[in-house]
């Protein structure tokens, strides 16, 4: 049985595109979970921070979400606060974040999802921004 790869995906960002990108190059067919329109459940989000490693603050998008405005940033909110306030407003979680069967990983930047892949997408390949990050060779830039 093969697990499939899973990208929790905001289409409206460039780091979540070029991760779609970069897994579709490598041959890999992801489920596509639009967290903006299905949202996060609680054990969902615990699970997934579990599992990257990382913290509900490390994990907490300040940038063009309303965190700020609402007190996020503060030192004193609580993991139990900002779960909460990632529940109702999935804006609030950095993307994408990316499960496969080698691990569960916030994929910022973008080339980090590469750690996470059997397969190398062939080369040249290049980000959004025309960046490369992997060359004609298929040898990784950075």
Partial sequence: MS????IHH???????RNVLGILQAAGYTP???DYLKE???RPQLLALFAAANVTPREALRISRTPAEEMGLTAAGVTDDQLLAAMVAHPILVNRPIVCTPKGVRLCRPSEVVLDLLDRTPPGPL????????????GRRLF
């Fill in 3 to 6: 697990f499939p790869v899973v």
């Fill in 31 to 33: 489920v596509v979970i």
């Fill in 126 to 137: 290049a980000k959004e921004d025309g960046q490369l990050i992997i060359d004609a060779e």
């Fill in 10 to 16: 905001n289409p409206d960002c460039g780091t979540s």
């Fill in 39 to 41: 949202g996060w459940t």
